[in-house]
């Protein structure tokens, strides 16, 4: 069973369309990090979330954390060829010490 | 300032053989983590250490050993290589106040 459950786990658009991937769990986290990664590299921080219904903003990308601090999503405003690539959301346990990825959202944008 | 680096970037083994991926971190982070990485099953965590001394088991440990030779390097030893260990390999290292952790390039393992 997975802890944290991404959707879509894939999604092909076009150039200048917007999307949201969704991060949710059962779980309540300490804190929520999303990461890109492109093919044959590792996955780079994009963002963290700490605070229940927090809302941070990077150019256009907006992630937020749900008031319950038990799910995330990620929106892209009109997406570009450049945003393809693995995202995942990875949240943190309270006292663990270690991240809980989900299974990650393919983004394919078509030009 | 080259933040995680990982070696060797791609290995072939035959089933049997032993080897160390060797990873390192130069942003003085007291945690390291060893992940594998598999089509559709997103990272999963085979080992980490919290802290210079330390290390624990993750979700898929059996197969691999681990040693934190000192605070910026944590190996990751297979003992006797098989097929189902074929996958990417990644290490990453943590600031835990942050809750945040950085990735290597990764380690494409192919096992025959």
């Known amino acids: 069973t997975q802890l944290l459950e991404q959707s879509p786990q894939f999604l092909s658009i076009q150039e200048g369309e917007n999307l949201t991937v969704y991060c949710n769990s059962s779980?309540?986290?300490?804190?929520l990090q999303w990461y890109r990664q492109e093919p044959g590299e590792g996955p780079v921080l994009l963002v963290t979330?700490?605070?229940?219904?927090e809302v941070k903003k990077l150019k256009r990308l907006t992630f937020q954390f749900g008031d319950a601090r038990k799910d995330s999503s990620l929106h892209i405003t009109a997406a570009q060829p450049g945003d393809t690539g693995l995202y995942l959301c990875?949240?943190?346990?309270?006292?663990?010490?270690?991240?809980?990825f989900g299974q990650g959202t393919r983004l394919t944008i078509n030009p | 300032n080259a933040g995680v680096t990982q070696t060797p970037k791609f290995q072939v083994l035959k089933t049997g053989q032993s080897m160390t991926l060797q990873c390192a971190q130069d942003?003085?982070?007291?945690?390291m983590y060893w992940y594998r990485q598999d089509p559709g099953m997103g990272l999963r965590l085979i080992y980490y250490?919290?802290?210079?001394?330390?290390?624990d088991k993750g979700e898929v440990p059996n197969g691999y050993n681990v040693s934190r030779l000192n605070k910026r390097e944590f190996s990751l030893r297979l003992e006797s290589a098989a097929p189902s260990q074929t996958s990417v390999y990644f290490c990453?290292?943590?600031?835990?106040?942050?809750?945040?952790?950085?990735f290597g390039p990764g380690t494409r393992l192919l096992v025959l």
């Open positions: 979330v700490v605070t229940g219904g």
């Open positions: 942003m003085n982070h007291n945690s």
């Open positions: 990875a949240g943190a346990l309270r006292g663990a010490q270690k991240l809980v």
């Open positions: 779980s309540v986290f300490s804190s």
């Open positions: 250490s919290a802290s210079e001394g330390t290390t």
């Open positions: 990453a290292s943590g600031d835990w106040a942050q809750e945040t952790q950085y």
